[in-house]
């Protein structure tokens, strides 16, 4: 079946800090993949995605890149701020959008 | 704006009473999906329809019904059955196809609690 991988949480880190969290997944066929963040009491938003293998997704400062052979699309950022905090959803998608499949999420706490 | 309303924000049920979320899209997408989430937890799957007057059972279908009777509007009923109803309920969108087509939108979510 298909399925979503997210390292366990929650990941706690000074202000200006490397943050790398991973994602692997199983799927049939050729995922979609994506990254959403949630903030405290607030639905999930679309930080990036990607299509293909290969491709890189980014948006504010955050990276991902679809990696076929390793299955994994881990999310990175150079430098961590406060305003960053917030649980972090790695997802996947097949049959054009008809199977989404999210990971358990992650939390990530930025300290000033 | 394009978007999904999700009312209302909080929500308190009595002992025995039925409660309906509300959720509508008008970004002409195709499928609807309920989520629930319990706190520091991820997201489960209650119900699903990818076409009006269609919809199919998630993870979590027991104590719940929903209703797609038009294409912009998924509401979703929290049933006397579901003895634990408190948490915070999602609702999304997407479109079905290929690229972009396939990115699931969420709404503001609805916390519900139970008196």
């Known amino acids: 079946g298909n399925s979503v991988t997210q390292m366990e949480g929650p990941v706690t880190l000074s202000e200006e800090a490397f943050l790398t969290i991973n994602c692997t997944y199983t799927?049939?066929?050729?995922?979609?993949l994506f990254w959403y963040v949630q903030y405290p009491g607030e639905g999930l938003q679309l930080l990036l995605k990607a299509t293909k293998a290969d491709d890189k997704g980014s948006n504010k400062g955050f990276e991902a890149t679809y990696r076929k052979e390793t299955t994994s699309f881990h999310l990175e950022k150079g430098s961590v701020q406060v305003s960053d905090s917030a649980v972090y959803f790695c997802a996947l998608s097949v049959n054009y959008g008809q199977n989404f499949v999210f990971g358990p999420g992650t939390r990530l706490s930025v300290l000033p | 704006d394009g978007g999904i309303t999700q009312s209302p924000k909080y929500l308190f049920r009595k002992e025995g009473q039925n409660v309906t979320l509300s959720c509508e899209q008008n970004?002409?997408?195709?499928?609807m999906y309920w989520y629930r989430q319990d706190p520091g937890q991820g997201l489960r799957l209650i119900y699903y329809s990818q076409i009006v007057n269609d919809f199919q059972k998630g993870d979590i279908a027991e104590g719940y019904s929903v209703s797609r009777e038009k294409k912009e509007s998924f509401p979703l009923t929290v049933t006397s059955a579901q003895k634990n109803p408190t948490a915070f309920y999602l609702c999304?969108?997407?479109?079905?196809?290929?690229?972009?087509?396939?990115?699931?939108?969420f709404g503001a979510g609805t916390r519900l609690s139970v008196l």
């Open positions: 999304a969108s997407s479109g079905l196809g290929s690229g972009a087509k396939n990115i699931q939108y």
């Open positions: 970004l002409n997408h195709d499928a």
């Open positions: 799927a049939t066929g050729y995922p979609s």
